[in-house]
C-alpha cells in the first residue's frame, strides 16, 4: 500500500511569553493510502499540531512533511493554500459553518476555487450532502440544524471537492453520544466505501477505536497504540 | 468575485441591525452631498456660463436707484453696443409666499440683450403695445396655470401704484422660453413704461443698467469709462461683468464652496470613521470564518477581495440610493438654484466618493486578516 502521508524528524516550537515550548519533537509518522487513524493525547501533547503541520495549515522549524508524494514543509503560504484546496478536506470539533449560507452553499465554498460551472457544483454538492444523508436539508442554514447535522453538513464540505486527505480534529467532541457515533460511522464509511485517508484528533478513546489505528502522542513524542486497546466501542455502549 | 456573491451577501447581512444603520447613515450623508453639491455647482454653473460681455451697471451704494437719464450717457460710451434696464418689481401672486421674480423693463432693449430668454417676435411686439402686459417664463405660467389673456394680480412688496394700492394687474400677453443650459431668474417682465408712470415714488428711475459690450475683451476698458463718466456725481456707478456680479452676489450669502465643503468634510470624516468602524467589527467578528475560508484554501487576494466587495457593495449601493434621492428631491431646490436639474457630475463624484470610501474603510480590515494566524484563528487565540 503506498504512502499517503510521510512524516519524518519533524520538530515544531512556539513562543509564549518569552519561553520556547518544544510541542514536537523528531516526530516520525507514515499514514497509508485510505488509512484511518486516531491520534490521541492529553491537552498540550502536540497532536493538534501536529495534525495541523499535516492539513497543511502551518509548517515544521524541521523535518519533511510529504503528502501524496508533495512535500508540503517547503511550500510558501500561497503554495500551501492552492495545495490545501485540491488535497485537503477539514472537518472541526465545532463545525465552522457559515451561519448566514445554507447548507449547500457552505458545501459548495471548496468548489468555488475550481473552475466548475454552476450546474457541475450543483450537481457536486447534491451528491456529498446525500452522501452524508442530508439531501433534504440543503436550503437550511446552520442555526436550522442539530448538532450532528451541522457536522454533517461539514463532512459534505470536507469530501465535495475529492480531497485526497481528511484532516478531523475531534469532530465528535460537541456532539452527545449517538451523534457521535452517528458521525463516527459515517467517516468509516467514507474511509471503507470510498477509500478516504483520515487522520482524526480525538480525546474519546472510544471515537478512536473506529479508526484502523490508534496512535498516542505525548510531549511531542508518538507512541503507536496505546492506552486504547482495552476501550469498548462506542456503539456497544450506546 | 461574481462567484462569491452569496458568499459577499451574507457577509454584508452578518449583524442586519448594524448594517441597516450603517447603510442609512451613508444614505443620508450621500442625499446631502447631492442636494449641497447640487446647489453649489448650479450656482457655480451659473458664474461660469455668465456672459463677460454683459455688463452690469448698479449704483455703488449698493440698492439705490439709478436716474434714467443715464441711459443716453452709457448708450454713448466707446464699446457699448447696447444698453438695457430693469427694476426690481418684487412681485408675488396671491400671498406674499408664492414669489415671482419680476422686472420693469424696457421690452424691446431687454429682449434684444437677453436673447437667452426666448419670446417670439409676435409677442414682443403685442407686450410693447399693451401697457399693463407682461411676458412670463413657461415654468412660472405653468407653476401657476397661467395661459396668455389671463388678467393676473401681482403684489409689489417694494411699489405702490398711485392709488395707494400694493396690487398690480397685468394681463399676460406672451411666454417666454430660458435656453436650457443657462441660468436665468426672470420670471415676470412687464413694461417699465406704464410702472414708471403708476408707481408713486422715485419716478424716473431704473434699478440698473444692463450695457453690452461690443467686443468682450474690452469689457474691463468699458466698465471702467461708464464709472468714471458718473464718478464725482451724487449717484456713482459700479460697473461689473455678469460673472463678477454673480460672484458678488454669491458673496452677499457668504462662500458657499467653502461652506458646502466644510460640511461634507465633516460629513464624510464621520462616514469614515462610522463605516470603517462597522467594517473593523464585522470582520473582527468574522476571523474565525474567514480562517475557515483560509483553510478550504481562499487566497488572503482573495478573503481581501471579498472584504473589499462586502464594502464597496455596502457603500455604493446605499450611496446610489442617497443620490437618486438627491436627484429627485433636487427641483424642489429650483427656487434657490433656479437650475432644474442637478449636474450629472454631481451623481458620478458621489459615486467615484463611495467608492473610495469603501476603499478606505475596507484595507484596515483586509491587511488584519492578512496578518492572521489560520491555526490561532481556528483555536480562538
Not at chain 1, 61 to 67: C, K, L, M
Not at chain 1, 114 to 127: G, P, W, Y
Not at chain 2, 9 to 35: C, D, E, K, M
Not at chain 2, 271 to 283: E, I, P, R, Y
Amino acid at each position: 500500500m503506498s504512502v499517503a502521508v510521510q512524516v519524518e524528524q519533524v520538530s515544531k516550537h512556539y513562543k509564549r511569553g518569552g519561553e520556547t515550548v518544544e510541542v514536537l519533537q523528531r516526530l516520525d509518522l507514515d499514514v497509508a493510502a485510505g488509512e484511518f487513524i486516531a491520534l490521541m493525547g492529553p491537552s498540550g501533547s502536540g497532536k493538534s499540531t501536529l495534525l495541523n503541520l499535516i492539513g497543511g495549515l502551518d509548517r515544521p522549524d524541521e523535518g519533511r512533511i510529504t503528502v501524496a508524494g508533495e512535500r508540503v514543509d517547503s511550500m510558501t503560504e500561497g503554495q500551501l493554500t492552492r495545495w490545501r484546496s485540491r488535497h485537503v478536506g477539514f472537518i472541526f470539533q465545532l463545525y465552522n459553518l457559515m451561519p448566514k449560507l445554507t447548507a449547500e452553499a457552505n458545501v459548495e465554498l471548496p468548489l468555488m476555487l475550481t473552475k466548475m460551472n454552476s450546474k457541475a457544483r450543483a450537481e457536486h454538492v447534491a451528491t456529498a450532502l446525500k452522501m452524508v444523508g442530508l439531501a433534504e436539508r440543503a436550503r437550511h442554514k446552520p442555526s436550522e440544524l442539530s448538532g450532528g447535522q451541522q457536522q454533517r453538513v461539514a463532512i459534505a464540505r470536507a469530501i465535495v471537492a475529492d480531497p485526497t486527505l481528511l484532516v478531523c480534529d475531534e469532530p465528535t467532541g460537541d456532539l452527545d453520544r449517538r451523534t457521535a457515533i452517528e458521525i463516527l460511522e459515517l467517516l468509516r464509511l467514507l474511509n471503507r466505501e470510498l477509500g478516504k485517508t483520515i487522520v482524526m484528533v480525538t480525546h474519546d478513546p472510544q471515537a478512536a477505536r473506529y479508526a484502523t489505528r490508534q496512535l498516542y502522542v505525548d510531549k511531542g513524542q508518538l507512541c503507536e497504540g496505546m492506552h486504547v486497546e482495552h476501550v469498548e466501542p462506542m456503539e456497544a455502549q450506546a | 468575485m461574481i462567484r462569491h456573491r452569496r458568499l459577499i451577501w451574507a457577509g454584508i447581512w452578518r449583524n442586519s441591525t448594524r448594517t441597516t444603520y450603517t447603510l442609512l447613515s451613508i444614505v443620508v450623508a450621500f442625499v446631502l452631498f447631492g442636494l449641497l453639491q447640487g446647489v453649489a455647482a448650479a450656482f457655480s454653473h451659473a458664474v461660469a456660463s455668465a456672459n463677460l460681455d454683459r455688463l452690469y451697471v448698479d449704483s455703488r451704494l449698493g440698492r439705490e436707484q439709478l436716474p434714467l437719464a443715464y441711459l443716453p450717457r452709457i448708450e454713448r460710451v466707446a464699446g457699448v453696443s447696447a444698453v438695457a434696464h430693469a427694476t426690481w418689481f418684487g412681485g408675488a401672486y396671491q400671498d406674499s409666499k408664492k414669489s415671482v421674480y419680476s422686472l420693469a423693463v424696457d421690452p424691446v432693449r431687454y429682449f434684444s440683450i437677453y436673447r437667452e430668454l426666448r419670446l417670439p417676435a409676435e409677442q414682443l411686439r403685442k407686450l410693447t403695445q399693451t401697457r399693463d402686459g407682461a411676458v412670463v417664463s413657461r415654468k412660472t405660467a405653468e407653476r401657476f396655470g397661467w395661459k396668455i389673456g389671463d388678467r393676473v394680480p401681482l403684489i409689489s412688496s417694494v411699489w405702490s401704484s398711485k392709488g395707494g394700492g400694493s396690487v398690480w394687474p397685468f394681463e399676460i400677453v406672451g411666454i417666454f422660453d430660458p435656453e436650457e443650459d443657462r441660468t436665468s431668474r426672470t420670471e415676470f417682465v412687464l413694461n417699465y413704461a406704464y410702472f414708471d408712470e403708476a408707481r408713486q415714488y422715485k419716478n424716473g428711475t431704473v434699478g440698473w443698467y444692463t450695457a453690452q459690450a461690443a467686443d468682450p475683451r474690452q469689457s474691463t476698458q468699458v466698465a471702467a469709462a461708464i464709472d468714471a463718466l458718473f464718478a464725482n456725481s451724487s449717484d456713482e456707478t459700479l460697473t461689473q461683468n455678469e460673472q463678477e456680479k454673480a460672484q458678488a452676489l454669491l458673496k452677499e450669502h457668504g462662500d458657499l464652496n467653502l461652506i458646502v465643503n466644510l460640511i461634507m468634510g465633516a460629513v464624510f470624516f464621520t462616514l469614515l470613521l462610522l463605516t470603517g468602524n462597522t467594517m473593523m467589527q464585522s470582520v473582527r467578528e468574522r476571523i474565525p470564518e474567514f480562517a475557515v475560508l483560509k483553510t478550504l484554501g481562499y487566497s488572503s487576494a482573495t478573503v481581501t477581495l471579498i472584504i473589499g466587495c462586502e464594502a464597496l457593495g455596502m457603500c455604493l449601493a446605499a450611496a446610489l440610493l442617497g443620490l437618486a434621492l438627491a436627484w429627485l428631491l433636487y427641483p424642489v431646490l429650483q427656487v434657490v438654484t433656479a437650475a432644474p436639474r442637478m449636474p450629472l457630475w454631481v451623481p458620478l463624484a458621489g459615486a467615484l466618493i463611495a467608492a473610495l470610501l469603501a476603499g478606505v474603510t475596507a484595507l484596515p480590515s483586509a491587511a488584519r486578516l492578512r496578518r492572521i494566524s489560520v491555526v490561532d484563528a481556528l483555536a480562538g487565540r
